[in-house]
């Protein structure tokens, strides 16, 4: 059994390793910290598909678990990704479960539903919760009647959110290391896209279609 776990907190990577050790005594557990080391990981092994299961936080230093997962999955279609995020299912469990990962779960999420997830992927399967697959159900029966963030492109849509949590442009670019300028042209698609002119209306959709946790507010 070969693990890899890509946190960039210390304490989550260890915490995780504990509950994996617990089920699978023997298992190899590797660990990175960032998201360039997550794929260097992967990447470095001489023959594909070495890990059996991935676990990968969705906040990263260097570029966030959804990039991560699309680089990945455009050469390691058959690794099981499981996602594991400090935030809610309504805020991302659709959007990285689209773009290829195997599971999504909740970093409140019980000791035992982790390991469940991880032998479900091992088998070959999916694990969603209810909610989730209710969620995936009604968006194929809605294609056409999207909500407008939904419209979003992946960084589009993390910009949103980063503006509904009531960061500034300097922030968001030190946060993403990139330009205030690219921030700016972002931003100003995001606002043309969800038909808006200001952030106080992107932060009042926000929080009506619950895409930003309140205790993320005014960080």
Do not use: C
């Amino acid at each position: 059994m070969r693990i890899l776990i890509a946190d960039d907190d210390a304490y989550v990577r260890r915490g995780l390793r504990e509950i994996i050790l617990e089920e699978y005594s023997k298992a190899e557990i590797a660990e990175a910290r960032n998201a360039r080391e997550a794929i260097d990981l992967v990447r470095g092994r001489e023959r594909k598909q070495f890990w059996d299961v991935m676990v990968l936080d969705i906040n990263m230093p260097g570029g966030s678990g959804i990039e991560v997962l699309k680089e990945l999955k455009k050469d390691y279609k058959k690794l099981p990704i499981l996602v594991l995020s400090g935030h809610s299912e309504d805020e991302y469990a659709v959007r990285t479960l689209k773009a290829g990962a195997s599971g999504y779960l909740t970093k409140e999420t019980a000791p035992e539903e982790l390991v469940a997830a991880i032998k479900k992927v091992l088998a070959g399967g999916k694990y969603i919760s209810a909610a989730v697959a209710e969620k995936l159900v009604f968006d194929l029966e809605n294609a056409g009647d999207r909500p407008l963030h939904e419209t979003l492109s992946d960084r589009e849509y993390q910009i949103l959110r980063m503006i509904a949590s009531g960061k500034e442009v300097g922030e968001i670019a030190d946060e993403l290391s990139l330009s205030i300028k690219t921030v700016s042209t972002y931003r100003a698609r995001v606002l043309n896209k969800m038909k808006m002119n200001t952030n106080a209306q992107l932060t009042f959709y926000a929080i009506k279609n619950r895409l930003v946790d309140e205790k993320e507010l005014g960080r």
